[in-house]
């Protein structure tokens, strides 16, 4: 089996027979440059590509496939029954042309009706506020021309409002860099923090789905630069009890950002949430600052300091890639460590420098951390991140892995050296036998370990993505499964949460939802739904 393309907090799923055959459409008399990186499709041959192609009018056309937004990696052998894609660009001698579309921005030239991106929510209209009664209820957008759906970023259901902040340590790599979601004080004249920060981290996104830049950046800033998650940026922070700390880490191709529906629903349930951005080459991007030379100027940063960005590391030619994996999740690890000794730092009064000069009132956080309660939790390379944090701290009293990834975990892990109780919560569709046996190994019988499988849910249900994406090309790149987007995090975000309650000791009200560690309630399994019996004889 040979892997295609790295995917957006994905790892390598099931081998299954098929492919999808490439695309005929006719291209365009313009065709953009070449020599650039392939775009690489689920299913397609080795060595295809996928070419943009441009035509008179300035409207950008993906021919073969379109375009792979995040899209867990593919084997050749997967996919059974999919579907034959082709996407035609106009040909003037038989289509007649099209009424000119309103300029939607003058900075960029693709026309958001003909792009493929059409599924993302156009986020360049004001986002209205839970008490605007103006506000109709969302309706399908891939009806007439006149009907658009909106998508929001789920608001955290518990007591608590939610603040966030970014904190950055060092003017080097070897510093910490994450941002805290937390119990905040309700400041409803405050903004929301943006979802996606920097133009860097669509430039870094491209690179790792293998898009051009300029494509990548500009549809990425279209269809959701405006998008913003529901956690005031930089909010007061409530103080007045301790408050359990949970780290978490991102999966492969994401950052520190986009799992902001599970964290801020932890922290609306009362926990201080840091969510770790990781320098080992596995983000799409992330930065750390330097001091720049005096002749040099740059606004948007503070002063004497500039960003210094780091890209995601593609695998080289003929590298193996669980060595390089299991190099970079003994990174990621001690940078969850490093986290927790950073915050907790911070609950003992100590001065902490944040290069990033943000408003916020670090002192505040003094004596608010329940030391006694922490937890690890993290998505698919993050989930992998979950295994070994918890083997070399055993200040992190238990563990969450979401959708986990096992390439990455060493020999040694299975060898009895995980003793905190660690909760996996899978999807339906990305989990294979391997993988699973690997699960089952780390598990043996410890009955303070679970795993649990959300039914009709796909491998980028636990990331915002999900949330922001229309129905059509969030199915057809798996950004959506069978089940509710909502539901299928809300139930994960539940199974979570009562599992912190029995092995954290809090006195909350989680153990309501005790049954869904148990694999027991509408939409979920206990175990697995993968076959991991060994293949019969022929």
Known sequence: MRLLSPALCASPGPARRGGVTPGTATAPRHPLRHGQPDLVSPGAEPGTRHSFWKNGSGVVFLCDIPLPLMHRPVFLEEQQNPPSVRFVAPH?????????????????????????????????????????????????????????????????????????????????????????????????????????????????????????????????????????????????????????????????????????????????????????????????????????????SQEESPPNMEKEWIYYRKLKTGEEERCLRHKQVQQRAQECIKALNLILKINSGEEVTNVLHSDFDWNSLKDSVDTSRIA??????????????????????????????????????????????????NSEKFQWAENILKIKKLISNDTNKKMITIKGSVHQSFPDFTFVSGGIIARFFKLKGEIDPNEAIDISNHASLAFLQKHLSLKKDFDQWDSLVDGIGPNVIPGTNIDTSPAEPE
């Open 376 to 425: 690890v939790m993290g998505h698919s390379f993050g989930g992998a991140t979950v295994i070994e944090s918890l083997s070399k701290e055993i200040r992190f009293r238990c563990g969450i892995a979401l959708d986990v990834w096992m390439l990455p975990v060493g020999d040694d892990i299975y060898q009895n050296s995980v003793q905190q109780p660690l909760l996996f919560i």
């Open 92 to 296: 003037i001698s038989r289509v007649p042309p099209r009424p000119r579309q309103p300029k939607v921005s003058s900075r960029f030239s693709v026309s958001a009706p003909c792009c493929l991106l059409r599924g993302i929510q156009d986020t360049t209209r004001k986002i209205p506020s839970r008490t605007d009664s103006s506000v109709k209820a969302p309706i399908e957008m891939w009806g007439t021309n006149s009907t658009e759906k909106f998508y929001r970023i789920p608001e955290g259901k518990g007591p608590h409002s939610v603040g966030c902040t970014d904190l950055m340590t060092e003017n080097a790599v070897e510093g910490s860099f994450l941002r805290l979601y937390y119990p905040a004080y309700d400041a409803t004249d405050m903004e929301e923090a943006r979802w996606i920060p920097d133009k860097e981290y669509y430039q870094g996104l491209s690179d790792f789905l293998n898009m051009y830049r300029v494509v990548g950046e500009r549809l990425f800033h279209y269809y959701v630069g405006s998008v913003t998650c529901p956690a005031k940026s930089n909010a007061a922070f409530k103080p007045g009890e301790k408050y359990p700390l949970l780290v978490f880490s991102h999966g492969l191709g994401a950052f520190r950002t986009i799992y902001s529906a599970i964290c801020i629903e932890m922290a609306s349930q009362g926990f201080i949430v840091a969510a770790v951005e990781h320098r080992d080459e596995s983000a799409s991007a992330t930065y750390y600052c330097k001091r720049r030379s005096v002749s040099e």
